[in-house]
């Protein structure tokens, strides 16, 4: 399936029942994203009796959604076997079967990751040229904001699913960051060409190589990552949700300290409301957010999944993020990247087979 981004307007499927507090936020985070795509259309799947009488508070957001009724849900405790195998009429596989059926062309849920996940795959099929999907989402740095794959769907990667996930980080960053020649690192414990494990050292060899849609700039290193350093942070999903989860918790940290320091005297006290309109900036700047709505790409299909604890806005801005995938024909890039990649590679393993006098050195995919 393709990204029909200038065949009509554009139509987003919701999981209505998915997230803390679906489907009141659900339908909050469209009403917002409305107001910045006036010309999107919303079907939105999950239990009728809950959704309508909230649409119909909601005029405006009523006028460009469908309901699509089902009262089966998937828990944040299914299993993806689970989802898989008794989840066929559930909110959160109708909608994606909405995208797999040309109804919509992208899919939003904030309900069970893994089960989003698996259901994702097992319906959308990979790209062609990809072995794994990857989560990919944004990181707040020095420089504004970079991408960041893959954030857990991998727990074990080798250099070809590295490669393959630079690439995607490429077209995802040119697409919704708007960057066009995106620099591209990837996450290992120093900078030096010797240091970390094998499928590390052999994906950068490959990077160097490669002509793709960025520009590669060998590995980086934790710290590098809120630098801001390169745009796309290319790692597998073990060390990358670590490392999500760590910055995360190091900014709750950091937060309640904040707090806790201005509540210490009242001169203090004074002090925060001096400097009150800098923290309220500062309170925007890292507001989680603003950096909702991680992507499963790779897939072929768009899906965006929202964190489930979030609230309208942030809703709206996961939801902003499918828009922008879809408008900017995202898939269809990667189809276009992963054909040239593979024509590259083809014509490459063809001079190194016809001549006996080829470079050795770089291994080539396979």
């Known amino acids: 399936?393709?990204?029909?981004?200038?065949?009509?307007?554009?139509?987003?499927?919701?999981?209505?029942?998915?997230?803390?507090?679906?489907?009141?936020?659900?339908?909050?985070?469209?009403?917002?994203?409305?107001?910045?795509?006036p010309d999107v259309h919303f079907l939105i799947v999950g239990d009728e009796a809950l959704i309508a009488p909230l649409l119909a508070k909601r005029p405006a957001l009523a006028?460009?959604?469908?309901?699509?009724?089902?009262a089966d849900v998937?828990?944040?405790?299914?299993k993806p076997s689970t989802a898989l195998r008794s989840g066929r009429n559930s909110s959160m596989r109708l909608a994606i079967d909405a995208v797999a059926a040309g109804e919509a062309q992208c899919v939003v849920s904030a309900g069970n990751t893994g089960a989003?996940?698996?259901?994702?795959?097992?319906v959308f099929k990979t790209l062609p040229g990809i072995d794994r999907p990857a989560i990919a989402s944004f990181f707040p740095t020095l420089r504004g904001e970079s991408v960041m794959l893959d954030l857990g769907a991998n727990i074990e990667c080798d250099a070809e699913n590295l490669v393959q996930f630079a690439i995607m980080g490429s077209v995802?960053?040119?697409?919704?960051?708007?960057?066009?020649?995106?620099?591209?690192?990837?996450?290992?414990?120093?900078?030096?060409?010797?240091?970390?494990?094998?499928?590390?050292?052999?994906?950068?060899?490959?990077?160097r190589e490669l002509e793709f849609p960025g520009r590669f700039e060998g590995f980086v290193e934790g710290d590098d990552i809120p630098a801001g350093k390169v745009d796309v942070v290319v790692t597998d999903g073990f060390s990358g949700n670590i490392a999500l989860k760590t910055a995360e918790g190091t900014a709750k940290l950091?937060?309640?300290?904040?707090?806790?320091a201005f509540r210490s005297s009242w001169l203090a006290s004074l002090g925060y409301l001096l400097a009150r309109g800098a923290f309220r900036r500062l309170r925007h700047r890292t507001d989680p957010r603003q950096y909702n709505g991680?992507?499963?790409l790779g897939l072929n299909g768009i899906c965006v999944k929202s964190?489930?604890?979030?609230?309208?806005?942030?809703?709206?801005?996961?939801?902003?993020?499918?828009?922008?995938?879809?408008?900017?024909?995202?898939?269809?890039?990667?189809?276009?990247?992963?054909?040239?990649?593979e024509g590259n590679r083809n014509g490459d393993d063809a001079a190194s087979t016809a001549s006996p006098t080829a470079p050795i050195g770089i291994e080539q995919p396979q």
């Open 1 to 37: 399936m393709s990204d029909p981004a200038a065949s009509g307007p554009v139509t987003i499927a919701l999981d209505a029942m998915g997230g803390d507090r679906a489907p009141a936020m659900v339908l909050e985070g469209a009403e917002i994203a409305r107001t910045h795509h």
């Open 63 to 70: 006028a460009v959604s469908t309901i699509r009724h089902t």
């Open 74 to 78: 998937i828990t944040n405790e299914d």
């Open 116 to 122: 989003l996940m698996a259901t994702a795959k097992i």
């Open 172 to 207: 995802f960053a040119k697409a919704v960051l708007g960057l066009v020649d995106p620099t591209v690192g990837l996450l290992n414990v120093g900078s030096e060409a010797l240091k970390g494990p094998d499928a590390v050292r052999d994906a950068a060899a490959r990077l």
């Open 254 to 260: 950091y937060a309640t300290w904040l707090r806790h």
């Open 294 to 296: 991680a992507l499963f």
């Open 307 to 341: 964190h489930g604890g979030t609230d309208g806005e942030g809703f709206a801005h996961a939801i902003d993020v499918g828009v922008d995938l879809v408008i900017h024909g995202f898939n269809d890039k990667v189809k276009q990247e992963f054909s040239r990649f």
